[in-house]
């Protein structure tokens, strides 16, 4: 299911200045079971030394940008997939613990397939933009410009199917997983023995139920079961979700 495991890994870039502030890096998070991808640029004012930019305090906070940040689905994973790289010991460790993220050392480049074949596609997607530009401009030196594009590129992966899963990423990471409360929509009538509907009437079902089981078949949208509810299944359009930290009112008062 989404966010349950994150793999991630730091990608090596072109020296790209904007401003006082040259970016030499990229850390990439894939998440395993939606594929969706989230990429920050990292640079540092002087770089004098390279190495000494991808600081442990650097990484650890980079993680916290993205998983912190409103806007991206990817939130803080039960389990994060890395190589054996010095820049996630020590600090990234620690930021990892505190939200109670496992993190697991690849014994293997296979182990961190996903992400290493997305560093890959990034590479190639960004660097056929420099190509680009510098026959467009007849540039005498090559084209270093990659941080701009970075979003653009991240996006549109984003949104283009991936053949695994045969959907996007982006509603990939959206698909509701087993454990989740939610209410279904009611059907017309519903509640009202099969009366005429009512402007005042209720669009989804007075009880919270628990998600059992999703179904994922190629070319076919995913179909979710309830537990505690007759043979039937879900789209997700027909389900709403219930935050855990909702009050509901007491069953009496839904059910008067």
Known sequence: MPNECHQADILYMPHDKIGYVTYLFCLNVVDVASRYKASVPIGATSIKNRESILTLRTIAKTFEQIYDDPDCPLVWPKLLVTDKGFEFKSDCERVMRRHNVKIQKAMSKHSVGIVKRYNLTLVKRLFCI????????????????????????????????????????????????????????????????????????????????????????????????????????FVREELLLISERVELPPESVLYQ
């Open 130 to 233: 420099q190509n680009a530009h510098e026959l467009s401009f007849h540039t005498l030196g090559k084209s270093l410009i990659w941080v701009k594009n970075l979003p653009i590129i991240v996006k549109d992966i984003n949104n283009s199917v991936t053949r695994l899963i045969d959907m996007t990423p982006t509603k990939a990471i959206k698909m509701k997983k087993p454990g989740d409360n939610v209410r279904y929509l009611l059907e017309p009538g519903k509640l009202k023995d099969g009366l005429g509907r009512r402007v005042t009437d209720m669009n989804w079902s007075p009880k919270v139920y628990n998600i059992g089981e999703a179904c994922i078949q190629k070319n076919q949208p995913v179909l979710y079961k309830l537990l505690d509810r007759p043979e039937c299944r």
